[in-house]
């Protein structure tokens, strides 16, 4: 039984780390925009596809495919903000974000199922079967690249908010939009770029996904109640928080499969939001909500 | 006069009349409807736009007067609706009129649920209240799959059949889901008018000070929580009754909390009459492309990009903006006059 739980944990990690990726960017986007971004959820499931299409059309291997998948997501998250997102009025602005985002998944959705049909697919490549054997367990080479490549763009994520300019104004805008307008910072522009960064970074959570699940496009839906419990169970705007809840999630709900019973796995990943906020209501990390600005 | 006039221009008292008897003739004619156009196809839209505009009506009773999102409404919809099939099938009851009496039953049990689920969700605000509701619905949804003793799981639960034929089917149904829609908007309505709705409005406008103000918000959110399951308990359990069986994913369904939203919004939020229209608009237009479109993409997509269009164009909703616009027309027409009745209302 020590032995089940142990690999429950590890493989708890792992997958925690892949749902940290995909998350980071709704994180982002919050943070920065406040708004609640419901299309994350088809977004991962664009990069999947993106993926999968480069994959199995033109033969690249996923990894080097998001040299491509990145750009085209970024661009996509840009024009999702031009077109739909800054005309929202600042009035019930919470409420019509997520009514719009929905939409916006909705329609990204039918856009897929109408290319790819329902049939599900999964992306392949050598390390999606094979596994490391160490210490008596089996770890899926795929996670454990996968696991890279999240905190690969994770830091660079850190990197680019801490350490360059216009992760500068990003933070600003996070911590005071009035205040950074006021001081010259364009938040059109920010908010352009803060939606095209999150976007893109969930090209690789998404070419993890597709390669660590087969997909198709009703995946959004279950995908986004996961993304939505993490990022509120780490704290909203807090993207180290949505690493350590994706991983604390993860591992209960890992050890109750094997503990308890699978059946009643899912359950508990959900009932772990339920009892961290009745204990603290914003969150693992999350701050104390301002008065609305 | 009272705040409660300023958004609903046409709760000025000149308009008195004119409302009481448009909401008269609208009575009549939803209860006539049915015995009018007896197309089955047809009564069954009727009913289910009145299902869902109950429901809309009730998601804004709570969510338009008190401004927090709950997109989690179908936790009490299904709720509902299991509890109206565990209780017909445990007392072997034969479908009759007689059932439809256990309806508001359904409803106080939903209420019930309202309850714990309530007090945890709204010790959130905002953006969290919003998340911890999804992921009550999907708790609630992932109950019904795994909890096979109270609700069979995914093999489902079967409603006792009613015993009216096939040609008056719909009829008692439309009849029953226009009671349950007649009960959310009177409920609506009451609250609107009420010293309560002005304490919900104020929770709406600023929590903190409406709190600092002596509002008991912890309290009169929870109550408003509580109705509001329980009305769409109701609604549920004619739903239940209707179909005749009851699955997870149909009595849990995703879906069925954006869609009331959104009839809501493109309504009005925060009036009475707001979800009504939203509701006849589109119900009748949801049914349509599903019926017309089974290649399921497109249908998904000509309604996200509906959705879209609505919120884009009319993020105030049809009831307020109209609303502003006979405002303008007015101040245009009769400066004075107009002045002269803003001044009295305010």
């Known amino acids: 039984m020590g032995t089940e739980i142990a690999k429950a944990i590890v493989g708890g990690v792992l997958t925690g780390g892949v749902y940290a990726l995909m998350a980071a960017g709704l994180t982002l986007i919050f943070g920065v925009m406040e708004i609640i971004n419901i299309a994350q959820g088809a977004l ?3 990069g999947a596809y993106l993926s999968f299409v480069l994959q199995v059309h033109l033969h690249i ?9 990145m750009p085209i997501m970024f661009v996509l998250g840009v024009t999702i903000e031009w077109g739909f997102i800054r005309k929202l009025k600042t009035q019930n602005r919470t409420a019509l974000s997520i009514l719009v985002t929905y939409a916006i998944a909705i329609v990204l959705e039918g856009i897929l199922t109408m290319i790819f049909s329902t049939n599900l697919k999964t992306i392949d490549a050598w390390y999606v079967e094979k596994s490391l054997h160490v210490f008596g367990f089996y770890l899926p080479y795929v996670y454990l690249f996968g696991f890279a490549l999240a905190a690969g763009l994770l830091l660079a994520l850190y990197i680019f908010l801490y350490r360059t300019r216009s992760g500068q104004s990003i933070r600003a805008a996070v911590q005071n939009r009035t205040g950074a307008e006021l001081i010259g910072i364009n938040i059109n522009r920010v908010s352009a770029l803060t939606f095209g960064v999150g976007v893109a970074v969930t090209a690789g959570g998404g070419m993890i996904f597709g390669a660590t699940n087969s997909f198709n496009p009703n995946s959004s839906y279950d995908l986004i109640s996961r993304l939505l419990v993490i990022i509120v169970l780490g704290g909203l705007g807090s993207i180290g928080g949505s690493l350590i809840a994706a991983i604390m999630a993860l591992v209960i709900e890992d050890v109750t499969a094997v503990v308890w019973s699978p059946v009643w796995a899912s359950t508990m990943f959900f009932a772990v939001l339920i009892v961290v906020l009745i204990v603290r209501p914003n969150g693992l990390f999350g701050q104390k909500a301002t008065r609305a600005q | 006069m009272s705040l409660q006039e300023t958004a609903d221009p046409l709760a000025k008292p000149i308009y008195a009349n004119l409302r009481r008897s448009v909401t008269v003739v609208a009575l009549i004619a939803a209860i006539a409807f049915p015995f009018v156009f007896s197309n089955p196809a047809v009564t069954s839209i009727a009913m289910f736009t009145l299902l869902y505009l109950g429901a809309a009506s009730t998601w804004n009773m709570f969510c338009g007067f008190t401004g927090y999102m709950a997109l ?9 609706a299991y509890f109206f099939a565990n209780l017909t099938t445990h007392l072997n009851l034969n479908g009759g009129v007689g059932l439809f009496a256990l309806v508001p039953l359904a409803g106080i ?18 953006h969290t209240f919003v998340v911890i509701t999804i992921a009550m619905f999907f708790i609630f949804q992932l109950l019904a799959y795994n909890l096979t003793a109270l609700t069979n799981g995914s093999a489902g639960m079967q409603v006792p059949s009613p015993i009216w034929g096939a040609k008056t089917y719909n009829t008692y149904f439309y009849l029953a889901s226009l009671v349950v829609a007649l009960i959310a908007i009177g409920l609506a309505w009451l609250v609107r008018r009420s010293s309560f709705g002005l304490e919900l409005l104020a929770i709406r406008d600023d929590e903190d000070r409406a709190v600092g103000l002596g509002v008991h918000t912890t309290k009169i959110k929870l109550l408003t929580f509580v109705l509001t399951g329980a009305v769409t308990g109701m609604c549920g359990a004619v739903y239940a009754y209707y179909l005749g069986s009851v699955y997870p994913p149909f009595a849990f369904e995703a879906i069925f909390d954006v869609t009331i939203a959104l009839m809501a919004f493109l309504g009005g939020l925060g009036t009475v009459t707001g979800p009504i229209i939203g509701a006849l608009l589109i119900e009748p237009a949801q049914q349509w492309l599903t019926l017309k479109f089974t290649n399921g993409g497109i249908a998904l997509i000509m309604f996200g990009a509906l959705f879209l269009i609505v919120i884009r164009y009319m993020p105030e909703g049809i009831v307020t903006s109209l609303a502003q616009l006979i405002r303008k027309r007015m101040r245009m027409k009769a400066p004075a006059l107009a002045d002269a009745q803003q001044g009295a209302s305010s």
């Open chain 1, 61 to 69: 291997d996923p990894f080097i495919g998001l040299i491509f998948t």
């Open chain 2, 109 to 126: 049990f939903a209420g019930l649920v309202a309850l714990p689920v309530g007090w945890i969700a709204l010790r959130t605000r905002r």
């Open chain 1, 44 to 46: 991962v499931v664009v």
């Open chain 2, 72 to 80: 989690g409404n179908a936790v009490f919809y299904g709720s509902g």
